[in-house]
């Protein structure tokens, strides 16, 4: 499952993290404060994903606006948008702009649990944006708000 900015959302140790078991969430709300610095409480760590329910969304994405555009815009992510730039995309993607730059300093085991869902956001909406070649979906430009 993929989120609106092009983070793997299946592959995120929230993802369903609750199902998971409190082991799992302590052991992920641990490594986000050692990795990230995040102050998260082991019980929140748990996400349908950031389409999914507001029930079952990670709160810091709540307040995504790409996340809001694409719910409103029946979008699978923002890579099926016909808007070429967009400010609430980049503030999205920009939130995990920093993660190769930690990666490097990780270890193997740390880059495939914890940032590996978070590479590649970019090139992964790129390549949506490529298959779904023009005319997108029946919507033009400036109709999406």
């Not at 507001?54 to 699978?76: K, P, V, Y």
């Not at 890579?79 to 702009?97: I, K, S, T």
């Amino acid at each position: 499952m993929l989120s609106a900015c092009g983070v793997m959302c299946s592959e995120c140790p929230a993802y369903h993290g609750a199902d998971r078991g409190a082991a799992h969430q302590r052991r992920v709300a641990k490594a986000w404060q050692r990795i990230y610095g995040l102050e998260e409480a082991p019980e929140h760590i748990s996400c349908g994903g950031c389409l999914g329910t507001e029930r079952d969304l990670f709160h810091t994405s709540r307040r995504c606006r790409a996340r809001r555009c694409c719910l409103r815009n029946g979008f699978g992510s923002c890579g099926e948008c016909p808007m070429e730039r967009c400010g609430d995309l980049e503030h999205a993607q920009a939130v995990w702009d920093g993660v190769p730059a930690l990666a490097d300093r990780l270890s193997r085991a740390d880059v495939l649990e914890y940032a590996a869902p978070y590479l590649g956001h970019r090139e992964r909406l790129a390549a949506i944006r490529e298959r779904e070649s023009s005319p997108r979906r029946g919507v033009e430009p400036g109709q999406v708000r």
